[in-house]
């Protein structure tokens, strides 16, 4: 059997939700592709699980807590990444990507100083930690000490989970920790997935080989072939996470 064909990376979308460059219009879909809509959706269901964990839910601070999380981490964690380097190649101008990374950082933490007098308690010590990983993991601070995939999988599986927990009840509980446990061994599965995937998409040029299958056929192997099982299971985790946070919505606030 010949050679399997070679995949070309010349245009292909730096992630599954970004419009290949070509087709792509400057301002609109690249601050889509910045604010990783899958990946942003399934971030805020985590505050979402965390905050209807267990009754009653103030919607006040639930509104606010999730209001914070998506500017912090949907807005100014993802345009500080962007400043990094690029790596979804947006052709988005560096004043707008400080601009909007300092606004959705700045709006988390006002939101989070008006908490501290409704929440109090120990509330100060969620905020701070917050803002570090934020700025310690995508600006590389400390020799890039906080650059890792623990960091990641603490501060955006866990970590958004008891801050809503403890927002909405000024304390922690077992049930809140073993719900965090959760949060992280999912976002560690995001990240098991999502990794192989941005290293096929932006740094691997052609694939080249078969599959010799048991029948004597063989499927031509090429980056597409490698990247649907990882990208299909992306999008199934990041609808299958929001169907939960809705469901508890409900069952908190609805009663249906």
Request: net charge positive.
């Amino acid at each position: 059997m010949s050679e399997g064909s070679a995949s070309s990376s010349s245009d292909t979308p730096a992630a599954y939700y970004a419009a290949p460059s070509l087709l792509r219009r400057k301002t609109p879909r690249d601050w889509w592709t910045v604010l990783h809509p899958p990946y942003t959706l399934l971030h805020v269901s985590l505050v979402v699980i965390g905050a209807c964990l267990t009754g009653p839910v103030s919607g006040g601070r639930f509104i606010a807590t999730l209001a914070a999380f998506f500017l912090a981490v949907g807005v100014g964690a993802h345009c500080l990444d962007e400043l990094h380097g690029r790596p979804l190649h947006t052709s988005l101008p560096t004043w707008q990507l400080i601009l909007a990374s300092a606004l959705g950082l700045g709006g988390a933490v006002a939101l989070g100083v008006v908490g501290l007098f409704v929440v109090r308690g120990w509330f100060f010590a969620f905020i701070l930690v917050g803002l570090i990983a934020a700025l310690g993991y995508n600006l590389e601070l400390f020799n890039g000490r906080l650059h890792t995939r623990a960091v990641v999988v603490l501060s955006w599986g866990a970590f958004p989970i008891l801050t809503a927990f403890y927002a909405q009840h000024r304390t922690l509980s077992l049930s809140a920790i073993f719900a965090a446990g959760f949060g992280a061994m999912l976002t560690l599965l995001q990240q098991q997935l999502s990794t192989p995937a941005r290293y096929l998409r932006r740094r691997v040029v052609a694939v080249h080989g078969t599959l010799d299958l048991s029948d004597g056929s063989s499927v031509p192997l090429n980056k597409e072939v490698l990247l649907v099982p990882l990208e299909s299971s992306l999008r199934t985790l990041c609808r299958a996470v929001p169907l939960l946070a809705v469901g508890l919505v409900l069952a908190r606030f609805v009663h249906v």
